[in-house]
């Protein structure tokens, strides 16, 4: 016992020294990065004390300094910023889905303004504003060297006044002028609608109404038809979603998984890192569901479609999303400003980060650019291809009695009216059709 005793407690004497021995440098290293740290800020102090004194202009001191803490958190990521305190309580007010301004999510690109995605039913996508271009210019001035929150201010002004943004969009020759009339942007988080047996879901933002707005146009969907039976399946249409509230992404996805992970955050610090799962229970009461992507669906998006391809859920149909794989945490600040400070990284159920990847669609579709020639489709009598039916004195069909015919003839129409979608919107169509040979899959 007496030398276990002994043994012990000359490990314990050993380790002390050790840990000297190597706290010593470690400390001093400390000590210098401090001196270091306190040296910069010297510095700082220094050049903000010049500015004042000898720059050819009286300067504002607030300004100064707002600007200098802007600057060191721009230069982290594309996604840190400093919101003064008019900017943090608009940024709050379209949380909560009313806001003024042209209705464009934007993005910074080796110092371009990129439009992630215009927002439903605003005057930038009535202007014919649309994902992926290039604001280059507003009123006729450069924003090229400015940094997002300066060309987003610059943008910005009163409801009902004109501004005019000259954009380079890929595939034209020329960049071009678009004037767009400000406005209050009142944004309906989720708009539904029926499609032949399909419920779309139009998720246009995440906000405080998404989920709220989803469950009840899905619930008021399947009653109209009679009980979630009578439906082939659910279209989530994440077009151009430039995201949103985290705790909103989560929900709406949970409403279609039983089980499972959704998300994960992980942060600097491993112990900081959360997880979310699914709760039981299915809006679609297990019916098919078809997810719509493009390059304009971001952030909130990306982790609805990541959880339901990762569950085989959904089947995602369109093209490759925006990438944005990152968490930011809005912190309040005195004076009633608020830092926004990308804080975590989100994982998919897979453990895949889709920073600058994306979500790939199961199905890529594009949506074509040009609409369709609608004169050339024009179904005439001269264009239609001749069928038995049409061939003089062909035999009847006696097999069938006058209801099956009816039915017959009434799916054909309905087949007809679908076929319509896919001039207005060739990537909605396709997604309708592939639930609907789910469906018929499904059934059998």
Do not use: C, W
Not at 73 to 81: A, C, I, K, R, T
Not at 102 to 119: D, R, S, Y
């Amino acid at each position: 016992m007496r030398k276990f005793l002994m043994a012990v407690g000359g490990g314990a004497i050993a380790g002390l020294l050790a840990s000297t021995q190597i706290a010593g440098p470690l400390l001093a290293q400390e000590g210098k990065t401090q001196t270091s740290v306190y040296e910069q800020l010297d510095l700082f102090g220094d050049i903000f004390e010049r500015i004042r004194a000898q720059y050819v202009e009286d300067v504002d001191a607030g300004e100064l300094i707002e600007a200098a803490i802007n600057g060191m958190l721009v230069s982290l990521d594309p996604h840190s910023s400093y919101l003064p305190p008019e900017d943090a309580e608009a940024m709050r007010v379209q949380t909560r889905g009313e806001f003024g301004g042209l209705g464009i999510e934007v993005t910074q690109e080796e110092g371009f303004v990129k439009v992630v995605a215009p927002m439903d039913g605003t005057p930038a996508e009535e202007a014919g504003v649309l994902s992926g271009d290039f604001i280059t210019h507003v009123d006729g001035e450069s924003l090229l060297g400015l940094t997002l929150d300066e060309a987003v201010e610059k943008m910005r002004g009163p409801v009902g006044s004109e501004i005019k943004v000259t954009i380079v969009r890929e595939g034209e020759e020329n960049p071009f002028d678009v004037t767009i009339i400000r406005d209050t942007i009142r944004l309906t988080a989720v708009r539904s609608r029926t499609e032949g047996e399909a419920v779309v879901l139009r998720v246009s933002t995440f906000n405080d109404q998404t989920f709220d707005n989803l469950r009840d146009g899905l619930e008021k969907a399947a009653e109209e038809a009679g009980g979630m039976e009578n439906l082939s399946g659910v279209v989530i249409d994440l077009r151009n979603n430039p995201g949103g509230l985290l705790n909103q992404a989560i929900l709406v996805a949970d409403a279609f998984l039983e089980e499972g992970e959704i998300v994960s955050t992980r942060g600097r610090n491993p112990e900081d890192g959360e997880r979310f799962n699914a709760t039981p229970g299915d809006l679609a009461e297990g019916k098919p569901v078809v997810v719509l992507i493009n390059g304009g669906s971001a952030s909130a998006s990306e982790i609805v479609a990541g959880a339901l391809k990762d569950h085989r859920r959904a089947v995602i149909v369109g093209t490759k999303s925006f990438g944005k794989g990152s968490v930011q945490t809005v912190m309040p600040l005195s004076g009633g400003g608020a830092m926004r400070l990308t804080t975590a990284r989100y994982y998919t159920p897979s453990g895949r980060s889709i920073q600058n990847l994306g979500v790939s669609p199961d199905i890529v579709v594009e949506q074509p650019r040009v609409a369709v020639n609608a004169e050339a489709e024009d179904d005439t009598a001269a264009n239609r291809t001749r069928s038995e039916a049409d061939l003089r004195g062909s035999l009847t069909n006696d097999s069938l009695t006058e209801d099956e015919i009816r039915q017959i003839e009434e799916d054909r129409a309905k087949a007809e009216e679908a076929a319509k979608l896919r001039d207005e919107d060739y990537q909605l169509a396709y997604a309708v059709d592939l639930l609907k040979g789910m469906s018929a899959l499904g059934q059998k």
